[in-house]
Nanobody, 114 residues
Framework: QVQLVESGGGLVQTGGSLRLSCAASRIAFRLANMAWYRQAPGKQRELVAEITSGGGTNYRESVKGRFTISRDNAKNTVYLQMNSLKPEDTGVYYC????????WGQGTQVTVSS
């Protein structure tokens, strides 16, 4: 069973930065397209950014220019560098495969105060 462990969340002020990490196991990581998703309170989970097995990236319009997704295949880890954070970025962030997510991890909470 795939295991995904997210970390790096926290409480930051508007304009601040965070770097999220996701360690994956029991998966052919280097062959997988990976993505970060988030779920704000009372809203559905949404795709934030994705990175293909070849390193191509795609971002949700609202985070373009602020967030950067990357991966380290040697460490089976995917990262999300988040800069210029806004209150609307608040939510629980999850990583998973894309475009068909498997079992979800516990996520990591990101809270951006105004």
């Amino acid at each position: 069973q795939v295991q995904l462990v997210e970390s790096g969340g926290g409480l930051v002020q508007t304009g601040g930065s965070l770097r999220l990490s996701c360690a994956a196991s029991r998966i052919a990581f280097r062959l997988a397209n990976m993505a970060w998703y988030r779920q704000a309170p009372g809203k559905q989970r949404e795709l934030v950014a994705e990175i293909t097995s070849g390193g191509g990236t795609n971002y949700r319009e609202s985070v373009k220019g602020r967030f950067t997704i990357s991966r380290d295949n040697a460490k089976n880890t995917v990262y999300l560098q988040m800069n210029s954070l806004k209150p609307e970025d608040t939510g629980v962030y999850y990583c998973n495969v894309s475009p068909h997510p498997v079992q979800w991890g516990q996520g990591t909470q990101v809270t951006v105060s105004s």
